[in-house]
């Protein structure tokens, strides 16, 4: 049996779950901004592992993955801690905003000064009171500014023990992606955290296949990570797809203004060469010819068809 779990100054006893409210500041209404938190804690020792949605706070999709991921799991037969943060971004969830009031982005302000603005602020308490005590976490996103995503994990691969975790997550890709400094990613690789981040489908959506991957994953990748023991009543998802795996992306953008007629979908696996849509004006029977300039497999693009030239309109993982 373990002992009891410390979150928040509130200790959660073995083989139990507590909703928490974790204070994130005030609007100039007066109104308290607070996170909301779950904190399952196992019957037994193990692995402490966070879910975290919503750092940008139009990026919706990981906070109806993570409801889905906590009905599915039972504390009483779980081993370790899972901490789960379906909003992170709370000022940006309750506007439709990718930012916070301040036009900062979160996920460039890790880890964060208690001292510093409402972004570096909220960064430095999630810092502290999520990653601090964590061993693994994954971060669950989805496309930005009129995109949409393929389901995929990103991570560093070199890494035996992440790619292990990105293979058992089993999304229809998995990205080799460096960190970008100020990112949720990159504070907790270097305070020597493993993490995943999830990419799937559109802002301000419940993606369906973007959730139902996010979910059948991430339970595969508690289970792989220890967390969720064999044999327990959790029924963890066989893999659906072998991952296809890539080192290198690259966006194909528009070469001139007009409506973009895309010809490919999410997953579909493309020749370089190969004819991924048309531009045209809006009375056009012909148009522009848009290519692939290398094979890959197509992993995001435009949902709107209205583009400018240097637009970037289907996002490429190639594939060796």
């Known amino acids: 049996m373990s002992d009891s779990f410390v979150f928040a100054g509130q200790a959660i006893a073995p083989a139990s779950r507590r909703q928490i409210r974790l204070p994130a500041g005030r609007l100039p209404s007066g109104t308290e901004l607070s996170l909301p938190i779950e904190v399952l804690h196992g019957h037994r020792p193990g692995p402490t592992v966070w879910l975290s949605g919503a750092i940008h706070g139009d990026e919706i999709v990981g906070v109806e993955i993570i409801r ?66 964590c061993d693994f976490g994954i971060d669950f996103h989805a496309g930005s500014d009129d995109r949409t995503n393929l389901a995929q994990i990103r991570g560093n691969l070199d890494d035996p023990e992440t790619r292990r975790l990105a293979l058992a997550f089993a999304p229809p890709l998995v990205v080799h992606s460096k960190t970008i400094r100020g990112s949720l990613r990159d504070t907790a690789l270097k305070a020597g955290k493993k993490i995943l981040l999830f990419e799937g489908g559109e802002p301000r959506r419940f993606s369906p296949a973007a959730v139902k991957a996010g979910v059948a994953g991430a339970l595969r990748a508690l289970a792989a990570v220890g967390i969720v023991e064999p044999g327990a009543d959790t029924t963890i998802p066989a893999p659906t797809v072998e991952p296809a795996e890539s080192r290198a992306t690259t966006w194909v953008r528009a070469s001139r203004g007009g ?62």
């Open 259 to 320: 409506i973009f007629r895309l010809g490919v979908k999410l997953g579909d696996r493309v020749a370089r060469g190969e004819l991924l849509g048309i531009i045209g004006d809006p009375s056009d029977r012909g148009g522009t010819e848009v290519r692939a300039r290398v094979t890959g497999m197509v992993m995001g693009h435009a949902v709107n068809p209205l583009v400018h030239q240097g637009d970037g309109i289907v996002h490429l993982a190639e594939l060796e």
């Open 68 to 133: 889905r991921v906590l009905e599915e799991l039972d504390e009483k037969t779980l081993a370790g801690t899972l901490i789960a943060i379906p909003v992170v971004n709370v000022f940006g969830f309750v506007s439709g905003s990718r930012y916070l009031p301040d036009r900062r982005d979160l996920n460039r302000c890790f880890p964060g000064s208690s001292r510093g603005s409402l972004a570096s602020r909220l960064a430095r308490v999630f810092v502290d009171q999520v990653v601090t005590p």
